[in-house]
Structures are given as structure tokens and as C-alpha cells.
């Protein structure tokens, strides 16, 4: 079983929709949590980190569920420039190896 | 600052050839790492370290080899080339802390190609 696993999608939403991710680690022990946005053919940046309580960043909601292991990310009103393929990606406290990427689900927004 | 740099951008090799990607850093970051992407794989971690003359395996080592000699700069090197290596490298580079949401910087990466 795969550590980080995700919907690889695509996911082909129109503008002004809203779209949400899954993700589900195999990890207990897992202690921070991260969504990353990578552009076709770019290097993944951060888009946001995912606190236990849930936290918001304009568009963007992110969710964390312990107890089912799973995180979300919630995109509202999309953006043609939201399209890309975000990542989910969770750190091992106190794992020098830090973080382990899912393989990331692709979201096109269509005009 | 530059942030993570990374050369070349891309290679084409023969098999059995060796080479280095070169990566660096001027964010003084202890973090350094390396990761490959393949279709459908995501990312997975080659080597890593945390600090200079400190070094680990990640999840897919065999055929790579790494060195930090310092703080700034952490190549790869492809002892011999095999087809299987064909893949985009990314670098990385963050702080180091337990249970801190520390963001890792990646490099633009190298399009490796192995014929």
C-alpha cells in the first residue's frame, strides 16, 4: 500500500466551480501535512501546510482528519490558473527524511 | 538569492556513462535532498542530508551516490547510466525542525533522458 495515496483524476471542472481533493496516508505517526502545487513541467511549491484544526487561505480550504488519516483540500470559485497538480504530502515527526509526496492529482479548469 | 539551482536542465546519456547534477542552495539550509519523478509515481527520495558530511538513503539509492562537503552544495552522481533512470530530478532544500512545517525549496529540476 502506498503511503500517501491520491485520486490521480484528471479532474476537468469549469470556472467558478468547486472542487475538492482527497488523500488518505498510511502513516500513524504522521505529523505534518502539506499540499503542494506543481505546473506542468515545473518544480512543486508550496501551497499551503494543514493544521489539526482545519485552515483557510483565501480560495483554499484545507482539512485534516486524524483518526480516518485522511486530508482534503477544498478549492472554491476555480481559477483557469488554479489548473495544475497539487500533491499531498505528509512528514514523519522527529524523520530526518521528511517529507513523502503522494502522485498528485491533475485539475484543469475549463473556461 | 537564487534559491535552489540546479544544472544542467537537461541530459541525454548513453547507457553506462556517468554523470553529476549539480545542485545549491544560498538560503543556508541544513536540509538538502534529492528526489525523482516518474509518470504515475510521484516523487521519491534518492539521498538526503542533513548537514555537511551528512548523508542518507532515501526510498530509491541504488545507482546514485552523494557527497555534501558543504552547506551550500549537494551533487548526484550516476555511477552508470541505465534506462530506468530516465526521469525528471528535482532538488530540495529546507530548515531543519521536528514537528515544524517547514517548506522545502525544490530546484527547476534536470530532464534526464538514458538511451
Known amino acids: 500500500r502506498k503511503e500517501v495515496e491520491q485520486d490521480p483524476g484528471p479532474f476537468n471542472v469549469p470556472e467558478g466551480a468547486t472542487v475538492a481533493f482527497n488523500c488518505t496516508y498510511s502513516n500513524s505517526a504522521s505529523q505534518s501535512f502539506f499540499w503542494y502545487r506543481q505546473d506542468c513541467r515545473k518544480e512543486p511549491k508550496l501551497l499551503m501546510s494543514?493544521?489539526?484544526s482545519g485552515n483557510e487561505d483565501g480560495r483554499f480550504t484545507a482539512q485534516l482528519n486524524r483518526a480516518s488519516q485522511y486530508i482534503s483540500l477544498l478549492i472554491r470559485d476555480s481559477k483557469l490558473s488554479d489548473s495544475a497538480t497539487y500533491l499531498c504530502v505528509v512528514n514523519l515527526e522527529g524523520s530526518a527524511r521528511q517529507l513523502t509526496f503522494g502522485s498528485g492529482t491533475q485539475l484543469t479548469v475549463l473556461p | 538569492n537564487a534559491g535552489v539551482t540546479q544544472t544542467p536542465k537537461f541530459q541525454v546519456l548513453k547507457t553506462g556513462q556517468s554523470m553529476t547534477l549539480q545542485c545549491a542552495q544560498d538560503m543556508n539550509h541544513e536540509y538538502m535532498s534529492w528526489y525523482r519523478q516518474d509518470p504515475g509515481m510521484g516523487l521519491r527520495l534518492i539521498h538526503y542530508s542533513v548537514g555537511a558530511g551528512i548523508t542518507d538513503q532515501g526510498e530509491v539509492p541504488n545507482g546514485y551516490n552523494v557527497s555534501r562537503s558543504t552547506t551550500e552544495d549537494f551533487p548526484l552522481r550516476l555511477l552508470s547510466a541505465a534506462p530506468s533512470q530516465t526521469s525528471v530530478y528535482f532538488c530540495a532544500s529546507s530548515h531543519i525542525g521536528t514537528g515544524e512545517y517547514n517548506e522545502q525549496f525544490f530546484g527547476p529540476g534536470t530532464r534526464l533522458t538514458v538511451l
Open positions: 494543514v493544521y489539526s
